[in-house]
């Protein structure tokens, strides 16, 4: 079963920087689909940025290039996602997702029925 685990969270000033990370197991192919959406209040939940585990592929939502970063560690099945330049409006909870397994990821790496699993979830606070 494949099991999903975020860290990294926290407590930042705006303009700081914070780097998630996204610990995978029960992994069963060489390739999957792995991203991370967020929720900011009152909002719905939205895709951050996805990365072919396995691959090369990264994809960003467009809102946010060129201060998110993704990447990965294949030696240790795991994702981790870059902020700089945080924003108020960045702060939200941040979830970590295997969104397709045994694929790549695609250009609408972002709908999230095609999620196959989520982790808990990590909070993320930008304060002035």
């Known amino acids: 079963q494949v099991q999903v685990v975020e860290s990294g969270g926290g407590s930042v000033q705006a303009g700081g920087s914070l780097r998630l990370s996204c610990a995978a197991s029960?992994?069963?192919?060489?390739?999957?689909?792995m991203g991370w959406f967020r929720q900011i209040t009152g909002m719905e939940r939205e895709g951050v940025a996805a990365i072919v585990m396995g691959g090369k592929s990264t994809y960003v939502a467009d809102s946010l290039k060129g201060r998110f970063t993704i990447s990965q560690d294949r030696a240790k099945n795991t994702v981790s996602l870059q902020m700089t330049t945080l924003k108020l409006e960045d702060t939200g909870m941040y979830y970590c997702?295997?969104?397709?397994?045994?694929?790549?990821?695609?250009?609408?790496?972002?709908?999230?029925?095609?999620?196959?699993?989520w982790g808990q979830g990590t909070q993320v606070t930008v304060s002035a």
């Open positions: 997702a295997l969104i397709t397994a045994g694929g790549l990821c695609g250009d609408r790496w972002y709908v999230q029925d095609q999620v196959r699993g």
């Open positions: 029960g992994l069963v192919y060489s390739l999957n689909c």
